[in-house]
């Protein structure tokens, strides 16, 4: 049944899926050591009968052929329970150890039998089956050490008399049997802490792209937000600023560049106006930052960049990363990028009524900056700044062309009111 919170189900699925795999590895471990200790068990078997002259059977005989036969039948019953299983293969294995150790007492094979189902018991089941075996290993030979004392336990050495050719023979098969089972145990663990391994390998690569990729959206998003809170108050202070109404063009210009170099962050801005006939654009003023001068009068021809001023026309603002090769921008490296070693321009036409007049530049040198939105929309800002300052002048130059002609008139009728006046005769009234 679900818990109802994503993240707990999701954790749960991963738990039941780590179970699954462990399991899985250690099922494939139990077949592969139960065919290795069947066919070992029957050559066990065969050994303890054959060697013994006359061949006799007894209990120890019998307890032989009992774990060979439960091993041969544990390769079949593959629907039994895993814990099941395993428990039965491992007392086959504990158990096919015991006979000679109640015979010969000191048997190096069979302590080395009953070793390896203490490590299989650790693999396969965990922790407290070996110590249930270690337990009653101990108990087991302590019985047999008290029952020695006493007489109760007689020992038969010839078991164990390196003389005899058959103890060297039933060593050497009952040292197979424990080198198969634990070979094949410690090569499945390893494969397992290997392939454990490389799962968390990548999965703390995956973990450590998505900590840098989070670091560096984190990042991003500090740096669009200082973008925007210099882009706010730098357009706060140029709406404060008595000189872009004035129709002081020179010193608004300059109020402007300062600012866009400021918000920016750029070393140089600029503002270029076009010519009546549209064939060139000549600059009004250029901050360098860095120098903290203004200067002007450099003209770009519209025939020596023609794409350039193509996308002036066409865009709202041109942001060129890499300037010297963005296909708008890169006509402008004879004459403007290359000799200042300008890596990035960001440029904001000025546009009154729909018509192009001039650009806003900004330019960085040495290295390029990745422009942002906000930064882009800080451009587009200024070039309406600049829009205002060029009505602001028009409507000044206006205002100072008619100023002389209504003064003249002025005086005209000053002058005709005295002369009535004089005369006696009423003034006449002023045309409609």
Same mark, same amino acid.
């Given at each position: 049944?679900?818990?109802?919170?994503?993240?707990?189900?999701?954790?749960?699925?991963?738990?039941?899926?780590?179970?699954?795999?462990?399991?899985?590895?250690?099922?494939?471990?139990?077949?592969?050591?139960?065919?290795? =200790? !069947?066919? %070992?068990?029957?050559?066990?078997? *065969?050994?303890?009968?054959?060697?013994?002259?006359?061949?006799?059977?007894?209990? +120890?005989?019998?307890?032989?052929?009992?774990?060979?036969?439960?091993?041969?039948?544990?390769?079949?019953?593959?629907?039994?329970?895993?814990?099941?299983?395993?428990?039965?293969?491992?007392? =086959?294995?504990?158990?096919?150890?015991?006979?000679?150790?109640?015979?010969?007492?000191?048997?190096?094979?069979?302590? &080395?039998?009953?070793?390896? %189902?203490?490590?299989?018991?650790?693999?396969?089941?965990?922790?407290?089956?070996?110590?249930?075996?270690?337990?009653?290993?101990?108990?087991?030979?302590?019985?047999?050490?008290?029952? *020695?004392?006493?007489?109760?336990?007689?020992?038969?050495?010839?078991?164990?008399?390196?003389?005899?050719?058959?103890?060297?023979?039933?060593? &050497?098969?009952?040292?197979?049997?424990?080198?198969? +089972?634990?070979?094949?145990?410690?090569?499945? !663990?390893?494969?397992?802490?290997?392939?454990?391994? *490389?799962?968390?390998?990548?999965?703390?690569?995956?973990?450590?792209? #998505?900590?840098?990729?989070?670091?560096?959206?984190?990042?991003?998003?500090?740096?669009?937000?200082?973008?925007?809170?210099?882009?706010?108050?730098?357009?706060?202070?140029?709406?404060?600023?008595?000189?872009?109404?004035?129709?002081?063009?020179? %010193?608004?210009?300059?109020?402007?560049? #300062?600012?866009? &170099?400021?918000?920016?962050?750029?070393?140089?801005?600029?503002?270029?106006?076009?010519?009546?006939?549209?064939?060139?654009?000549?600059?009004?003023?250029?901050?360098?930052?860095?120098?903290?001068?203004?200067?002007?009068?450099?003209?770009?021809?519209?025939?020596?960049?023609?794409?350039?001023?193509?996308?002036?026309?066409?865009?709202?603002?041109?942001? %060129?990363?890499?300037?010297?090769?963005?296909?708008?921008?890169?006509?402008?490296?004879? +004459?403007?990028?290359?000799?200042?070693?300008?890596?990035?321009?960001?440029?904001?036409?000025?546009?009154?009524?729909?018509?192009?007049?001039?650009?806003?530049?900004?330019?960085?040198?040495?290295?390029?900056? &990745?422009?942002? #939105?906000?930064?882009?929309?800080? =451009?587009?800002?200024?070039?309406?700044?600049?829009?205002?300052?060029?009505?602001?002048?028009? $409507?000044?130059?206006? *205002?100072?062309? #008619?100023?002389? $002609?209504?003064?003249?008139?002025?005086?005209?009728?000053?002058?005709?009111?005295?002369?009535?006046?004089?005369?006696?005769?009423?003034?006449?009234?002023?045309?409609?």
């Amino acid at each position: 049944m679900a818990s109802g919170d994503p993240a707990s189900d999701r954790f749960a699925e991963a738990g039941s899926t780590d179970v699954r795999a462990a399991l899985t590895w250690r099922v494939d471990l139990l077949n592969d050591i139960v065919k290795v =200790a !069947a066919i %070992a068990g029957m050559l066990l078997t *065969a050994t303890v009968i054959a060697f013994r002259q006359p061949p006799r059977f007894d209990l +120890s005989t019998y307890m032989v052929i009992a774990a060979s036969l439960l091993m041969v039948a544990l390769r079949f019953l593959h629907r039994l329970p895993f814990r099941v299983r395993a428990s039965l293969a491992i007392l =086959a294995i504990y158990g096919s150890g015991l006979p000679t150790i109640l015979r010969s007492g000191f048997a190096l094979s069979s302590a &080395a039998v009953l070793l390896s %189902a203490i490590v299989l018991a650790v693999i396969l089941l965990g922790r407290g089956p070996a110590v249930v075996l270690v337990v009653v290993t101990a108990i087991l030979l302590s019985a047999l050490a008290l029952a *020695a004392k006493h007489g109760h336990f007689v020992p038969h050495p010839i078991d164990s008399d390196p003389r005899i050719p058959r103890n060297w023979v039933r060593m &050497a098969i009952g040292f197979d049997l424990v080198a198969a +089972s634990l070979m094949t145990a410690v090569a499945y !663990a390893v494969r397992y802490i290997e392939m454990n391994y *490389a799962e968390i390998s990548s999965a703390l690569a995956l973990l450590t792209i #998505e900590r840098r990729r989070r670091a560096d959206l984190e990042s991003e998003r500090r740096r669009a937000e200082g973008d925007w809170q210099r882009s706010a108050r730098e357009l706060g202070a140029l709406g404060k600023n008595d000189v872009v109404e004035a129709g002081n063009a020179g %010193a608004a210009f300059r109020a402007i560049t #300062e600012a866009g &170099a400021r918000g920016l962050g750029v070393d140089r801005c600029s503002i270029w106006l076009f010519d009546d006939a549209h064939s060139e654009i000549r600059c009004q003023d250029l901050h360098d930052r860095r120098e903290g001068h203004h200067s002007g009068g450099m003209v770009l021809n519209a025939s020596a960049a023609p794409t350039y001023f193509a996308a002036l026309e066409s865009e709202r603002s041109i942001a %060129a990363h890499r300037a010297q090769t963005d296909p708008r921008t890169r006509e402008l490296g004879p +004459s403007t990028l290359a000799p200042f070693h300008i890596a990035s321009r960001l440029d904001a036409p000025i546009r009154i009524q729909n018509r192009v007049v001039g650009v806003v530049c900004s330019e960085q040198v040495g290295a390029g900056i &990745a422009w942002s #939105e906000a930064q882009q929309s800080f =451009a587009g800002s200024l070039a309406d700044f600049a829009a205002r300052v060029l009505f602001a002048a028009d $409507a000044q130059s206006a *205002a100072s062309l #008619e100023t002389p $002609a209504d003064s003249w008139f002025d005086q005209c009728f000053g002058r005709m009111d005295g002369l009535f006046v004089e005369s006696g005769s009423p003034p006449p009234s002023a045309p409609i």
